[in-house]
């Protein structure tokens, strides 16, 4: 489990301001992943990537933007963001010649007032 | 498109009851299944995949392909089964996972 973190952990910000949200894997997966959490919606895919800079979209990436310089890392930003934004956000990753299986990152739970 | 079906948003039993977690699928291929399970405020865990044909925690899931279904069972609940369930799909030809809605099984003393 300890192999991918995320931070932070909880965040409050204001409407209008950017927010990163760090993911970071030790296993050196190829594939990693961004999805949102919502009542009502279960896990939605924003972005993922395949390898390193290699990204991208999923189901619901508008607002959203991330890298992925690093095969380790794969940072989310939220370039202005919205009250719709608040969610819980989970990054995984995955290696297809391990099985297919992703794992998950604690969750950041973001709050935009 | 592929889709995942779970139509339970919340499932309450007694423990030493028994417990179908139901999930369909749409997807015209062959998909590889999942169910992931969520304790409270912890992070998404591989319950079993339909690949395996493995027991884990006493759960079983059958994929049926006639009936596009992946439903999870446990003949007897624990009190520590309490959690969200999440069915998930993928494809040969993606890695993306695709979830449904989720169902939170309450299992009470």
């Known amino acids: 489990d300890a192999g991918i973190t995320q931070s932070p952990r909880y965040k409050i910000t204001e409407t209008g301001r950017q927010v990163t949200l760090m993911c970071h894997q030790t296993w050196s997966h190829s594939y990693m992943f961004w999805y949102r959490q919502d009542l009502g919606h279960g896990l939605r895919l924003i972005y993922y990537?395949?390898?390193?800079?290699?990204?991208d979209k999923g189901e619901v990436p508008d607002g959203y933007v991330v890298s992925r310089s690093k095969t380790e890392n794969f940072p989310l930003t939220l370039e202005s963001a919205t009250r719709s934004q608040t969610s819980v956000y989970f990054c995984a990753s995955h290696e297809r010649a391990q099985g297919g299986t992703q794992y998950f990152g604690p969750g950041t739970r973001l709050l935009v007032l | 498109a592929q889709r995942v079906t779970q139509p339970e948003k919340l499932l309450s039993v007694f423990k030493g009851a028994p417990v179908e977690l139901k999930c369909n699928y749409s997807y015209s291929g062959s998909p590889e299944l999942f169910w992931y399970v969520q304790y409270s405020r912890q992070r998404l865990q591989l319950l079993l995949r339909?690949?395996s044909r493995e027991s884990i925690k006493g759960f079983t899931a059958d994929l049926n392909k006639g009936e596009t279904s992946f439903h999870l069972k446990k003949p007897f609940a624990q009190e520590e089964d309490s959690a969200m369930y999440y069915c998930a799909l993928s494809t040969l030809r993606t890695d993306k996972l695709i979830f449904g809605t989720g169902t939170r099984l309450q299992v009470f003393p």
């Open positions: 990537s395949a390898a390193a800079d290699i990204t």
């Open positions: 339909h690949i």
